[in-house]
Every structure is written in structure tokens, then in C-alpha cells.
């Protein structure tokens, strides 16, 4: 079933706690989900580049991004859109008992780099978030910077299945709107001796007297 096919309105907005608890705990487990055509299987560490995935997928995407720089979110079609997507990860060396993760994406270099994991606990289950952004050494500056948070399950979670399997998140940031804060923000600090010398030629001003009335 295709995400057309959804109600006149409906926007996929679930919580963090709901993507991991929910959807992303139960495809591990094999249990049913409730909107099972919303979350797609899809290889993300496969040959195609983010703004490939952006083009095939963002065409009928409804949902939508609470997150806070919502300004700086675009969208295939329209603002404030995130892919979601469950994708089975593939270690670096499959025989060996490392924990490492291949993390490069596409055929020309590029990479998914991570920040530092943070854990959480809802609903009895212990979960990750890791927040990824792509970078690629052997492309100019794009147009549009890619982000990635992935949901992962704790490890005692996953000893007995098949496939490693994350929830991703997948957003489109623009770097013309970041250029033109980062514009702003220097603009804004060239004025701000101006303004704090004029706080201060205001502060050195003889304040005027107000006057009293007297009633007799």
C-alpha cells in the first residue's frame, strides 16, 4: 500500500519514544504494526546517494517534522517532510565478533558520520538514538546538507535475530538558509559595538528631572 493511499490530511508524526517502542520494536520482534506501509524496508547503505533516496521516496511522503529548525527543513515535495525507513546494517568484517557497522552509502566515497549515542528507557525498553550526517570528500559543496537520526534497540535486544535492524529518519537541510544566518549572525555581531556604545552614551546622560507637584 502506498503512503497516496492514506486519508485527505493524514501527516505521520510519531515521537521518538513511539518510533522505537512501537515500530522499530516491533518489526525486530515480528509483531504487527499499526500503520505497516508508513516505515518502508529499504537499504540505505546501498549504491544509491541521499539525494537519490530524497527523489524516489519523497514524492507521496506525508509526514511531517516537529523538529526545532524547521526553517532550515526541506522536503521533496513540500517543507518540513522526514523519510522514514527500516534498514538491516552490515558489519565490517562479518566474521569477526567487532561491532562496527559499514557506514559508507553510494559509489563515490560517501560516508554516514555519527555523533555520540544517547540511550533512553520508555515503556520497559531500552533504546539508541544516533544522530548521522553525510559527508563525501569527492563532491563540491551540495546544495542541501543530509541528516540521519537512526533508532536502534539495546543490544540485549537483539541476540537471537536474523537482521540488525534500525529505524531511520532521513531530513534535507539547506545550506542557502544556513549561509544566510551564518550572513546574519556576522552582520548582527558588526553592529553590536554600535548598539553597546550607544547603551552606554545613554547610561552617561543626565537623566531629566521630573517635577513635583504640591497640593496646598
Known amino acids: 500500500m502506498s503512503l497516496a493511499n492514506n486519508a485527505v490530511g493524514f501527516r505521520f508524526n510519531p515521537t521518538e519514544a513511539e518510533l522505537a517502542c512501537h515500530y522499530l520494536y516491533n518489526k525486530v520482534m515480528g509483531l504487527p504494526l499499526s500503520c505497516p506501509y508508513i516505515v518502508q524496508d529499504y537499504d540505505l547503505y546501498g549504491h544509491e546517494e541521499p539525494w537519490q533516496i530524497w527523489e524516489n521516496f519523497g ?117 542557502k538558509n544556513c549561509s544566510r544566518k551564518r550572513k546574519s549572525s556576522q552582520f548582527s555581531s558588526q553592529l553590536e559595538p554600535k548598539r553597546q556604545s550607544k547603551k552606554l552614551n545613554s547610561k552617561l546622560r543626565t537623566p531629566p528631572i521630573k517635577e513635583k507637584k504640591l497640593f496646598l
Open 59 to 175: 514524492e507521496h511522503n506525508n509526514t511531517t517534522s516537529d523538529d526545532e529548525d524547521d526553517d532550515e527543513v526541506e522536503a521533496g515535495p513540500s517543507p518540513q517532510d522526514d523519510l522514514f525507513f527500516f534498514t538491516n546494517l552490515r558489519k565490517i568484517n562479518p566474521g569477526m565478533k567487532s561491532s562496527k557497522f559499514d557506514r559508507g552509502v553510494g559509489s563515490n566515497g560517501g560516508r554516514w558520520h555519527g555523533d555520540d549515542v544517547h540511550s533512553f528507557h520508555s515503556k520497559g525498553i531500552t533504546w539508541n538514538r544516533r544522530r548521522y550526517c553525510y559527508k563525501n570528500p569527492n563532491i563540491g559543496t551540495p546544495d542541501a546538507s543530509w541528516i540521519m537520526l537512526e533508532y536502534s534497540l539495546d543490544d540485549s535486544l537483539m541476540q537471537n535475530v536474523p537482521h540488525y535492524t534500525v529505524l531511520c529518519r532521513i531530513r534535507k537541510k539547506s545550506n
